[in-house]
């Protein structure tokens, strides 16, 4: 497809389950970011890749968070027994290397999470 | 200690009019600045962004301002329409290839 792709779009888990979403990036693009959205806030960073590289997880929350892009292109984020704090919009975000001083990324249309 | 703040959760206009949303930053180091666009069940769309360099930025009905010593941006859209009811977020980064920091985003309603 022509944009970036992001599945499920929906979630539910149980507080404890392992949860895995995944990510399809523009085809060509280097960079990929991945943003949680809680409700009523805007979103927030969590992990960035160039390629296959994971540069910056600073925003990660917690070690039970960890992402992945093994072959530079689909990115899966995994998070480890899931807790009701976790529930979130999960945003995907790609962007090629610009040229004259652009730095927009395109979005996915995310995944919901929601922890019961 | 949020680095771009938009202080107005809401706005509302009437179609026609001028909508101005507001962001300042609090990052000196802020070099880039953009607008997206959410609708509801949907990821963010890129909608203007600004250097720097520039103190203005101009697509069709959308304008974006900066003013750097004040660390604040605008966004105006005239004219408002309908179609433009959505939350805006400002965003920024630092450099090249940096995550963008977001505000929490203004609730644009356009009223007919």
């Known amino acids: 497809g022509a944009g970036v792709s992001q599945s499920p779009r929906y979630k539910v888990a149980k507080r404890g389950q392992d949860v895995a979403l995944r990510c399809d990036p523009i085809?060509?693009?280097?960079?990929l970011f991945w943003y949680q959205q809680a409700l009523g806030q805007g979103p927030e960073f969590l992990t960035y890749?160039?390629?296959?590289?994971?540069?910056?997880k600073s925003g990660l929350p917690s070690d039970r968070f960890f992402a992945e892009r093994p072959e530079g292109s689909v990115s899966t984020l995994k998070i480890q027994r899931t807790q009701q704090e976790d529930s979130a919009v999960y945003l995907c975000?790609?962007?090629?290397?610009?040229?004259?001083?652009?730095?927009?990324?395109?979005f996915g249309q995310g995944t919901r999470l929601t922890v019961v | 200690d949020q680095q771009v703040k938009q202080n107005s959760p809401s706005l509302s206009v009437q179609e026609g009019r001028i909508s101005i949303l507001n962001c300042d930053y609090t990052?000196?180091?802020?070099?880039?600045f953009l607008w997206y666009k959410k609708y509801p069940a949907e990821g963010p769309t890129f909608l203007i962004s600004?250097?720097?360099?520039?103190d203005k930025n101009e697509d069709g009905r959308f304008t974006v301002f900066l003013n750097k010593s004040a660390k604040h941006l605008s966004l105006h859209i005239v004219p408002s329409q309908p179609g433009d009811s959505a939350v805006y977020f400002c965003?920024?980064?630092?450099?090249?290839?940096?995550?963008?920091?977001f505000g929490k985003g203004t609730r644009l309603s356009v009223i007919a």
């Open positions: 975000a790609s962007s090629p290397i610009f040229s004259g001083g652009r730095r927009e990324a395109f």
């Open positions: 085809s060509g693009h280097v960079s």
């Open positions: 890749f160039q390629n296959e590289a994971q540069l910056d």
């Open positions: 990052n000196s180091m802020f070099d880039y």
């Open positions: 600004i250097s720097s360099i520039k």
């Open positions: 965003a920024a980064s630092d450099s090249g290839n940096t995550p963008l920091v």
